[in-house]
C-alpha cells in the first residue's frame, strides 16, 4: 500500500514565479491537508481540502491556492515566490471520519526560492 | 488560539539513558494530543497519540499521558537507542474547531553510542 506520495521532491524557483506541488494521498483517504515547514521550525497549516472544496484555511495570503481532484489527489500553487517562501512542503492525508485520529505525511518537497 | 509550546534543543543523550521531553499545550476545547517523529531528510511519522485526558499513548517503547489539569504531554523513552535520534514534533487537534493540526516547535534528539 503506498503511502502518501510528493512530487517533486525538490524544485528551484526564481522571486516572482509560480509553483506547483503534487500530492497523492494514502490509499482510502480522501482529506488532505497542506502545511509549509521553515528550516528549524515545526509544519504550519496551509489549508484543508475535502470534496473537492477548501475546508480549513491558515494563516496564509491569497497567493496560496489549491485544487482536489475527484481521485482525491491535490495541488498547491503558490503565486509569485518570495524568498520567504523556500521550504519544506508538507502533504498529509486523513479519512474524513476519523480526521481527529492521525494523518499520514508525505515526504515534503523542498522548495528553494532564489 | 492554539499553542504547543516544547522545550528547545538540541537534547543530547548517551544511548541507554531515560529521555523526557516536556510539551505543554494551550487550547480552548479539548484537543487530541500527538507526537511525531521526523528522520533527517523524511516526512513526518505518527508516533503515539492521545485522545482524551488521562489517555496513555505508547508506541516502540516511547509513552505520553494526556494531562489536564497540566495541559502537558511529555514525551519519555526508558532507554533511547542511537537510531532514536530524529526531531520530535508535539502537536494537537481541538475537537470542536476544524482538522488543523497545531504543532510546536520541535525538539531535536541526538543520542550518542
Known amino acids: 500500500d503506498a503511502g502518501v506520495t510528493q512530487s517533486p521532491t525538490h524544485l528551484i524557483k526564481t522571486r516572482g514565479q509560480q509553483v506547483t506541488l503534487r500530492c497523492s494521498p494514502k490509499?482510502?483517504?480522501?482529506?488532505v491537508s497542506w502545511y509549509q515547514q521553515a528550516l528549524g521550525q515545526g509544519p504550519q497549516f496551509i489549508f484543508q481540502?475535502?470534496?473537492?472544496?477548501?475546508?480549513q484555511r491558515g494563516n496564509f495570503p491569497d497567493r496560496f491556492s489549491g485544487h482536489q481532484f475527484p481521485n482525491y489527489s491535490s495541488e498547491l500553487n503558490v503565486n509569485a515566490l518570495l524568498l520567504g517562501d523556500s521550504a519544506l512542503y508538507l502533504c498529509?492525508?486523513?479519512?474524513?471520519?476519523?480526521?481527529?485520529?492521525?494523518?499520514?505525511f508525505g515526504q515534503g518537497t523542498r522548495l528553494t526560492v532564489v | 488560539g492554539n499553542s504547543v509550546t516544547q522545550m528547545e534543543g538540541p537534547v543530547t543523550l548517551s544511548e541507554e539513558a531515560f529521555l523526557t521531553i516536556n510539551c505543554t499545550y494551550t487550547?480552548?476545547?479539548?484537543?487530541?494530543l500527538f507526537w511525531y517523529v521526523q528522520y533527517p531528510g523524511e516526512g513526518l511519522q505518527l508516533l503515539l497519540k492521545?485522545?482524551?485526558?488521562?489517555d496513555k499513548g505508547s508506541n516502540k517503547g516511547f509513552e505520553a499521558t494526556y494531562r489536564k489539569e497540566t495541559t502537558s504531554f511529555h514525551l519519555e523513552k526508558g532507554s533511547v537507542q542511537v537510531s532514536d535520534s530524529a526531531v520530535y514534533f508535539c502537536?494537537?487537534?481541538?475537537?470542536?474547531?476544524?482538522?488543523?493540526?497545531?504543532f510546536g516547535g520541535g525538539t531535536r534528539l541526538m543520542v550518542k553510542p
Open positions: 490509499s482510502g483517504h480522501d482529506t
Open positions: 481540502y475535502y470534496e473537492e472544496e477548501e475546508r
Open positions: 487550547a480552548t476545547g479539548y484537543p487530541s
Open positions: 492521545a485522545t482524551k485526558a488521562d
Open positions: 502537536a494537537l487537534i481541538e475537537n470542536n474547531a476544524g482538522n488543523m493540526l497545531t
Open positions: 498529509a492525508s486523513s479519512w474524513n471520519e476519523r480526521v481527529f485520529t492521525e494523518a499520514f
